[in-house]
Nanobody, 127 residues
Framework: QVQLVESGGGLVQAGGSLRLSCAAS????????MGWFRQAPGKEREFVAA????????YYADSVKGRFTISRDNAKNTVYLQMNSLKPEDTAVYYC????????????????????WGQGTQVTVSS
């Protein structure tokens, strides 16, 4: 089992920045690909970004490409999502998730590929 806890959400004005963190505990997550998803009110949870276990490969949704950066520090069992140039449409609850396929280099964008989820952190961007 892997426990994931997100932090760093909050209220920010459009054009501002936030950095989300996702701390993992329990079984090591070093060999797991990690993803960030988000869910706005009344909408389906959608993929935001993913990173391989080594951090060498990343993948982003078109809506955040060039504005968001996913990274990880395996020594700290933590994955990050740096969010810049935030827009009101980025308002959502943000979730981190772990794909437990050991040392995979395939990055998935669908929820069913991720077995472990955090509880989410709210990000609100005001116009």
């Amino acid at each position: 089992q892997v426990q994931l806890v997100e932090s760093g959400g909050g209220l920010v004005q459009a054009g501002g920045s936030l950095r989300l963190s996702c701390a993992a505990s329990g079984r090591t997550f070093v060999g797991y690909a990690m993803g960030w998803f988000r869910q706005a009110p009344g909408k389906e949870r959608e993929f935001v970004a993913a990173i391989t276990w080594s951090g060498r490969n990343t993948y982003y949704a078109d809506s955040v490409k060039g504005r968001f950066t996913i990274s990880r520090d395996n020594a700290k069992n933590t994955v990050y999502l740096q969010m810049n140039s935030l827009k009101p449409e980025d308002t959502a609850v943000y979730y981190c998730a772990a794909d437990p396929t050991p040392y995979t280099i395939v990055l998935h964008t669908t929820r069913d590929k991720y077995d472990y989820w955090g509880q989410g952190t709210q990000v609100t961007v005001s116009s």
